[in-house]
């Protein structure tokens, strides 16, 4: 029997890019004044093989975002198996939702992911509540929408306390914070400083939901200047995807 040797030309580039990354993120943070610390780096895998999940978990890396659960379930279910604790001890991967959430799939989600970034209606807040049942609460982020735009997901900003509500209410759910993806043709900057207030006027009813899950490829220093704890990266770290239609 034959073993397919690793390969080597794609973890080489996946060292580059996580250098890259690394280095983006902490030049943010100096520039913010900020300790890197306190900013957390998902990887989002959406279109990309396990096996890539794999290296950067080999890497260090220990937060992964999908985006689409119909790909997300066999490619968790993947990656468990080629993590087998022989092969990988000590290696850790957290998958993080960050995709829209139809309801009759947030069964399959509440079961692999520790966190869903996309709660944004209050019906999906009882059928995560309700699929999680007993076991360590699922974090959630309150998505925004910043300009009321709902292709893309996110309640109003006027809508958020009445989903926050719902998610505290539940203990099979923990409030973390707010998320949000910057509108097209919007300057990031000013995006972010509005989820900022959002997350400022979250903070005064919920102290405990600080994070803010903001910024991607092309506008983390951005976010993580307006506070960012959780930076969601795809393309700098895995390179260019294929248009997907979510
Ligand atoms: C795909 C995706 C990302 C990563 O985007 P990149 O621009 O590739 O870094 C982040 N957040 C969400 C919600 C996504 O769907």
């Known amino acids: 029997m034959t073993i397919a040797p690793p390969d080597e030309a794609r973890r080489a580039e996946l060292v580059t890019s996580l250098g890259r990354v690394r280095a983006r993120i902490a030049d943010a943070c100096a520039a913010a004044g900020r300790d890197p610390q306190t900013v957390t780096m998902i990887a989002v895998t959406k279109t990309y093989p396990a096996t890539d999940v794999i290296t950067l978990a080999e890497l260090g890396v220990t937060e992964f975002g999908e ?11 993947e990656t468990a198996r080629l993590l087998g604790p022989a092969e990988h001890p000590g290696a850790v991967v957290r998958w993080h939702f960050v995709g829209q959430v139809q309801r009759r799939k947030a069964r399959a989600i509440a079961g692999y992911a520790s966190a869903v970034h996309s709660v944004d209606r209050v019906p999906l807040v009882t059928a995560l509540a309700d699929a999680r049942g007993s076991g360590p609460p699922l974090d959630v982020f309150v998505q925004v929408s ?50 900022a207030r959002v997350s ?14 903001a910024g991607m490829s092309g506008d983390l220093e951005a976010a993580v200047r307006h506070g960012a704890t959780h930076v969601r990266v795809g393309t700098a770290l895995l390179g260019r995807r294929p248009p997907v239609i979510s």
């Open 146 to 195: 910043l300009d009321d735009d709902p292709g893309r997901g996110g309640v109003t900003i006027a809508g958020v306390p009445e989903v926050a509500d719902a998610v505290t209410a539940r203990p099979e759910l923990t409030l973390r914070g707010v998320m949000a993806v910057a509108p097209m043709g919007v300057d990031p900057d000013a995006a972010f400083a509005s989820l």
């Open 200 to 213: 400022t006027d979250l903070n005064a009813r919920y102290p405990g939901a600080r994070a803010i899950s």
């Open 67 to 77: 985006s689409r659960a119909q790909e997300a379930g066999p490619k968790v279910a």
